[in-house]
């Protein structure tokens, strides 16, 4: 007779070990996005992002970070700076930073949605966190856009 499995979640923090340890030997990991800071390109608990151990961040790449705190955070990083990176999750306005390099743990590579899986190094990716991480400041203008884009491509379908 099979077990009768569960599913639990387990928090990104609980994990960070055995992350750091798939991710030093060269491996990507597939992790449910919690949390609503990403919206709207990642919904929680629907939406999962694939992680890599970083060997360069750019401006405007999405990055999984440690707060002081313990706290493993998926923001995107606006301002590369000498003493550390500026970031901010798209659902904010608020600057998280400077981030120091050490205190960032994995670069997302892509990210799956309704069984598809998109790069995060696409034109039309990169295209997107440009806008939105330079429309910082207007993005409660900016998130109806996004919305009625959504609607004319459902539409054409």
């Keep these: 007779m099979k077990p009768e499995a569960s599913l639990k979640q387990v928090s990104a923090e609980a994990l960070l070990p055995f992350l750091m340890e798939l991710l030093s030997e060269g491996k990507t ?11 709207p390109l990642f919904r929680s ?12 961040i750019r401006k405007f790449d999405i990055v999984l970070y440690v707060q002081t705190s313990g706290k493993a955070i998926l923001h995107r ?24 390099r050490r205190q960032i743990k994995a670069v997302v590579t892509g990210f799956c949605r309704g069984g598809k899986v ?35 491509v459902r539409r054409t379908k």
């Design 29 to 39: 990991v597939n992790m449910t996005v919690t949390g609503n800071s990403m919206l």
């Design 77 to 100: 990083v606006v301002k590369c700076r000498r003493n550390g990176y500026m970031i901010v999750g798209d659902n904010q306005i608020e600057l998280d930073g400077p981030i120091d």
């Design 45 to 56: 608990g629907i939406d999962s992002v694939i992680l890599a151990q970083p060997e360069t």
């Design 118 to 152: 998109y790069s995060a190094n696409t034109w039309w990716s990169r295209l997107y966190g440009f806008v939105w991480g330079h429309g910082r400041l207007i993005r409660p203008l900016l998130l109806p856009l996004v919305r009625l884009g959504k609607s004319i």
